[in-house]
């Protein structure tokens, strides 16, 4: 059974290195309690990396992640960051994010092989699955979950499965205020579970962490993270909020 509990942070494009310090102090000022088996993950634009590292100094159940990598270690690819540039600063990488593939175009082929770079460098993985509101109004969420999943595993050794985490990411609910019912998500978690049961074991299942994404807030995240299957949250507009980001990590 996965033991932690992930409230992660999607930055998104937003702040400077100056407004990233500010934002980190006020946050660990304000963040009254982190339970034990919490980890917090903050994930910056690459621009704030270190300055976000040097002000979680001191602050052990803050972790780092990035938005995104691009699956080489090196080479002429202008403007992209690898995994192996950042490893020495972040644990954590989201790959997959709804923004990536529907803004960014990316398919289920590169974002496999995104998942595939971030381990092969030491990075754990957050895999962003989720329907669009079409697919979701046709019945083909849990197909497009399925889709996704099979992609975005399918260059991972069974071994690597234990360092995987899922985030579970309805379009419809990414920014838009509509965050999904309790009851659908835990519906959609017990799929997850299923599908990996199916492919690979139930110890399998059972072990990988799995978070819920969309319109988060301070004020519904403690609906997701009581559910008996949720791992944790992942975090956009509400996590540059520090006083409620604040309360989403005291939810737990
Ligand atoms: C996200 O960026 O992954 C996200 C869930 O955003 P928001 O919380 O703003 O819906």
């Not at 100056?18 to 982190?34: F, G, H, I, P, Q």
Request: aromatic letters at 8%.
């Amino acid at each position: 059974m996965a033991t932690k509990t992930y409230i992660v942070g999607n930055w998104k494009m937003h702040c400077s290195p100056a407004e990233a310090s500010l934002l980190v102090n006020r946050l660990v000022t304000d963040v009254k309690r982190v339970s034990s088996d919490t980890v917090v993950v903050l994930c910056p634009p690459v621009l704030d990396l270190t300055t976000v590292r040097s002000e979680l100094r001191g602050h052990d159940r803050f972790s780092i992640g990035v938005q995104n990598i691009y699956p080489m270690d090196e080479g002429a690819f202008t403007g992209e960051t690898s995994a192996a540039m950042v490893k020495g600063l972040v644990e954590y990488a989201i790959v997959g994010h709804s923004e990536r593939r529907h803004v960014f175009g990316e398919k289920d082929g590169l974002i496999a092989q995104k998942v595939s770079a971030s381990m092969r460098n030491g990075l754990t993985p957050i895999l962003c699955v989720g329907e669009t509101k079409t697919d979701h109004a046709n019945g083909h969420a849990k197909q497009v979950v399925f889709d996704q999943l099979e992609a975005g595993t399918s260059l991972l050794t069974e071994e690597e499965l234990h360092d995987l985490i899922i985030a579970y990411e309805p379009v419809w609910a990414i920014g838009t205020g509509e965050n999904a019912e309790a009851k659908d998500v835990a519906g959609m978690f017990a799929r997850i579970r299923e599908w990996f049961e199916t492919k690979y074991s139930k110890t399998i299942s059972q072990a990988i962490p799995i978070l819920y994404g969309g319109s988060v807030n301070g004020g519904n995240a403690k609906m997701y993270l009581d559910l008996d299957d949720c791992n944790g949250c992942l975090v956009g507009g509400a996590s540059t909020n520090y006083k409620d980001f604040a309360k989403i990590i005291e939810a737990v």
